[in-house]
């Protein structure tokens, strides 16, 4: 299962996707928050996939295992929008918005594009 990491490495990878905050003596501070907001991520994430899955499988077991892959994507995708239109309708640039998730995807599959899948 994908999982964020809350070790440094980690922090070094995503450094490109989030945006730069300014540096002070709060690093740890914000290290605690950070780990606490991907610890919500991943099990909330994992909460969301599993049940993601399992009304799929309920709802279209006729279906093609393309076509139930195709219909998850399409239901992960309106959440996220629904996720950034809170955002956008206070203001935020949709294309970064657009932009961001895009880059925390590659993030986030980059590790499992290596995976041998045999």
């Given at each position: ?100 998730s895009s880059r925390w995807l590659s993030t986030l599959l980059e590790p499992v594009a ?5």
């Amino acid at each position: 299962m994908i999982r964020l990491e809350t070790s440094e490495s980690f922090e070094r990878r995503i450094s490109s996707v989030t945006s730069p905050r300014s540096r002070s003596g709060k690093t740890r501070r914000r290290s605690k928050v950070q780990n606490q907001l991907m610890d919500f991520s991943n099990r909330i994430g994992s909460e969301l996939f599993s049940s993601l899955v399992k009304r799929a499988l309920e709802e279209l077991s006729e279906q093609s295992d393309q076509d139930r892959t195709t219909a998850m994507l399409g239901a992960a995708l309106i959440a996220v929008a629904e996720v950034l239109r809170i955002q956008t309708k206070q203001g935020s640039d949709v294309s970064k918005l657009v932009d961001l998730s895009s880059r925390w995807l590659s993030t986030l599959l980059e590790p499992v594009a290596g995976e041998d899948t045999t």
